[in-house]
């Protein structure tokens, strides 16, 4: 059972949806997305941007730092790149936390073919004391200083 | 005047384009991409999904790193969001060569709406051998090992 | 039982042992490695400097990645600060492989004091073809280019 | 001229000290450490440890980012080894500000030898409200959570 909090960011998050992404499950501290990988994902090198790996896997991260319901930012990330990825591959990122410690976390998010891992991601949050409506609203809006 | 290796990659890398990138220059280690943000790149929390800014900073990467001509391909790198960004915002990075060995490279790339960081991403890269028609054929195809 | 390669690297270095490190266990694509915490690790802040958690962990990774038998080299890695560290502290490195693929690698080491988690550390590896002597003697020597 | 604030806290960083660095030079966001690399720094690859790298750039970090008066503290760092260190190398240490923001701030430090590149660092900063002397006897004390 997704919690409420992760459902509805979800079904605002259109730059996830928007690229086929569905979210898979969610709960506390982990999530599972899977995206198909497009022809308009293709970079200059005929593979997958990497960049599409990182939206998937820090999509993944968002929902599983935001299981817990007090909004959570992403203040960083690193990833590694295992295998190239090619158009019609589909893709599944598994976000599972590492750590939580005062406002922050660290998340790691693998990204699968089948059983076999293209990246590794592991993404740092904060905790920001108010709702997204007032993130949205005030000076510190939308991401964590 | 930019190198004819980051025109031709450009030319084909429509993870970028579909997405409104363009390739304002490229030359030896350098390149500025510039990326309006639209709607469909707004997340959950209704500011921009990481991830775009990440496949902007990534794009300008890809152009700095493959500037000498030999294939380049991205390893990994890692980002740090400075400031939240919102459609309409037009995004400009900026990426350096910070340092190349044997064929290894860090880059870094800073994201900018006008004067302001909104990211600051930093890159490694490794050069292979063969050529991206080679890559796309062979077993190491389109990513650094 | 801990490999060979493992034991003979861990016997000269120096680095780790002059310190007080104790490895504790090693096996594939793992180890554990012990650190007392000493006055002389103290920062201007009087907690132990990041640096002396940075040595521990990065010590326990070259257990880790060396484990296989061909030389292993860190080529980079990323360490996240959990919480400060005293005069007294016994610290605990756990490295684990999370993946490899051609001549690289990434390992996870958490450092813990007693159940606490006190640093989060991934590297990121490369192997070489040649010996440590080789490695010792040649124009590569000593670091994954 | 050396803020006090940096001269204070460098006068009692024992880690930093009691391993030879000396600290050349430090001012608004910048900061620079040199380090003569001995025996005890060699590793089971009989090249420096990869930790005495991190720990002197971490040092540099640590200057250039309390340079400004308020406690700033590593919340985490990442490093590319770019060359292999020896006994008998003096290295230096060039720490400089990229941006800060809120609470957060991003240096870059880069270690030379002679005017050969072997390391990149970035850290990853955090200030505190309070005093050492309060960060000492504190809850939160030593580190950004």
Same mark, same amino acid.
């Given at each position: =059972? ?5 459902r509805e960011m979800?079904? *605002?998050?259109l730059?996830?949806? %928007?690229?086929g =992404? ?12 899977? =995206? ?5 994902? =293709? ?7 990497g ?5 998937l896997?820090d ?7 935001? %299981? ?7 203040a960083?990330a690193?990833? *590694?790149?295992?295998?190239p990825? $090619? $158009? ?11 750590v ?20 590794e991601?592991?993404?740092?949050s904060?905790?920001?004391?108010? %709702?997204?409506?007032q ?11």
């Amino acid at each position: =059972m997704i919690p409420q909090a992760v459902r509805e960011m979800w079904a *605002t998050d259109l730059a996830s949806r %928007s690229i086929g =992404m569905e979210l898979l499950d969610a709960g506390e501290g982990h999530a599972v997305v899977r =995206m198909p990988v497009t022809d308009t994902m =293709m970079n200059g090198h005929d593979v997958a941007h990497g960049g599409y790996l990182f939206l998937l896997a820090d999509s993944a991260f968002a929902c599983a730092c935001n %299981s817990y319901g007090p909004v959570a930012l992403a203040a960083g990330a690193d990833i *590694t790149f295992v295998a190239p990825v $090619r $158009r019609g591959d589909v893709l599944e990122a598994r976000a599972a936390e590492r750590v939580r410690f005062g406002r922050s976390g660290v998340y790691d998010v693998t990204v699968y073919r089948g059983d076999e891992v293209v990246a590794e991601f592991r993404g740092r949050s904060r905790t920001v004391g108010s %709702s997204p409506q007032q993130q949205k609203n005030g000076a510190a809006d939308g991401r964590a200083e």
